[in-house]
């Protein structure tokens, strides 16, 4: 997952996935068949690993203003810290392979609609309890602010400065009220 995360699938060879496997050639082959299906394997365990963790600690917050704020937090924190210039294994795979590999793109549309519902979600949560604006549409500003995570993604992979990252956030978060 490191080596696709750094590298992009077609940055990376097989033999940095056998360094980084600890796995001879043919036990990769076997183990995976081929380079697309370790990769999509790598999308798996991204989503199981690191995206699943940020959703149930937004489902799990007691506040849901704070929920959102503490999402943010940890991604701005992330792309500014140790995962600079990263970005985010699912939002690199869009940008490089979405637009051509009809397979991808269909486990990325899954994920991102994961976090939109888990996003909507606590938008309705806060709405209940009158911590957001109840007259604004939860699953249209699910939609935004998963535009938003995909934008500061983006502006991650590219070294943005942490300030930058961290005005975004601020003007997302007063836009859903």
């Known amino acids: 997952m490191q080596v696709f995360w750094s590298h992009g699938y077609a940055g990376t060879s097989i033999q940095q996935l056998v360094d980084a496997t600890g796995i001879n050639r043919a036990s990769l082959y076997t183990t995976f068949g081929d380079k697309e299906r370790l990769f999509l394997a790598a999308l798996d365990h991204y989503v199981a690993e690191v995206s699943a963790v940020r959703v149930a600690r937004l489902r799990e917050a007691t506040s849901a203003r704070a929920g959102l ?37 269909a486990r990325l549309q899954a994920s991102f609609g994961r976090v939109e519902r888990a996003l909507e979600e606590t938008i309705r949560r806060g ?41 975004v956030v601020k003007t997302a978060l007063a836009a859903i009220g």
């Open 69 to 105: 704020e503490q999402y943010f937090d940890d991604l701005v924190t992330f792309g500014a810290g140790d995962g600079r210039g990263l970005g985010c294994l699912l939002t690199n795979a869009a940008v490089e392979l979405a637009p051509h590999d009809p397979g991808v793109a």
């Open 127 to 167: 709405q209940a309890a009158g911590e957001l604006d109840p007259a604004r549409d939860p699953k249209a500003l699910a939609a935004f602010l998963v535009t938003v995570i995909q934008g500061l993604r983006v502006l991650m992979r590219a070294r943005a400065a942490e300030d930058q990252l961290r005005a």
